[in-house]
């Protein structure tokens, strides 16, 4: 798709009028988002996001399924942590060959690793809020997250020849976009999550800037209570017994009321988490990395 007409990185909202025309959300654009929701008065009820809840059984044997809230605003902007793999601190996974792929269980080019644990398939739908809520069509999606020891590939102790668990795909008519992969850990001070980024094109994927969006799937409890009691995933329990959705450093504003997978499937089977992207380019991206750098030592934070 053509890139739209920017002023200073920013998506002009009115493309044909001057900048100073571009109406009072451009204006604030430049402020944080959910800062000045705060300042408002607001807090989270001003997007719109609607309560969710869980019915799972937490049993490993059981099927597993969670329903996700919906969101009448876009989806929140979160950090890309310190292990994107996008150039933005260290090494740049979306320059590679190979990066686009719908199964990334495996390592791509000349790294040869798999990572192992329950099956899960991830499929998002984006849709775009600048033209009606409409599917985001050419969109290019880059998903990563950590295996099931916590470990994040090219960067984890271990894992630094890697690039497992990471991989781009672009959105369909629909808008969506499906990757298999397994299912994550759940590592000290953080709820289990996905990360991605959305890019306006596949041509845009190499430089970590041109991210119309950066945001995190939060996984349902009943359904990482069914995953680690399975083997390999041993210290995921204690883990997750010492965090919450509402305590989290990136879900706990809304307690991932608008992040929240929808989760079917069973151990036996694997599962399947979708979750609709509801992306604003008319706003500025306020997704960020954590401070450069060498990662810190022990279990990663973000």
């Not at 902007?77 to 979306?94: K, M, Q, R």
């Not at 719908?102 to 499929?123: H, K």
Request: hydrophobic share 35%; charged share 20%.
């Amino acid at each position: 798709m053509s890139r739209r007409p920017t002023y200073q990185g920013r998506v002009l909202p009115r493309p044909d009028e001057e900048v100073v025309d571009q109406g009072l959300n451009f204006d604030l654009g430049t402020l944080d988002r959910r800062r000045m929701l705060r300042l408002l008065g607001l807090g989270g009820a001003a997007l719109g996001l609607a309560a969710c809840s869980t019915t799972d059984s937490t049993t490993a044997s059981a099927s597993t399924s969670a329903s996700a809230g919906t969101s009448t605003g876009e989806i929140p902007d979160e950090t890309a942590g310190p292990y994107p793999g996008d150039g933005s601190n260290g090494p740049n996974v979306l320059a590679q060959s190979g990066i686009v792929r719908s199964d990334i269980r495996s390592s791509f080019g000349t790294a040869s690793g798999t990572a192992e644990g329950v099956p899960m398939t991830l499929e998002l739908t984006v849709t775009d809020l600048a033209d009606g809520g409409k599917p985001f069509a050419n969109v290019a999606v880059y998903v990563w997250h950590c295996d099931r020891e916590g470990r994040y590939s090219l960067y984890s102790d271990g894992v630094t020849s890697e690039n497992y668990l990471r991989g781009v795909q672009i959105a369909d008519a629909s808008g969506v976009v499906r990757f298999t992969s397994v299912f994550p850990a759940c590592y000290t001070g953080r709820w289990p999550h996905v990360h991605f980024e959305v890019y306006p094109d596949q041509a845009s994927i190499t430089d970590a800037g041109n991210a119309i969006a950066t945001s995190q799937v939060a996984l349902p409890k009943a359904t990482c209570d069914a995953v680690y009691a399975t083997s390999g995933y041993e210290s995921s329990v204690s883990t997750l017994s010492q965090v919450s959705l509402t305590d989290d450093n990136v879900f706990g504003d809304d307690g991932g009321a608008s992040q929240l997978g929808t989760v079917t499937g069973d151990v036996a089977g694997g599962f399947a988490v979708s979750l609709t992207v509801p992306v604003d380019t008319r706003t500025e991206p306020g997704g960020g990395q954590a401070p450069g750098g060498a990662p810190p030592s022990g279990a990663p934070r973000r």
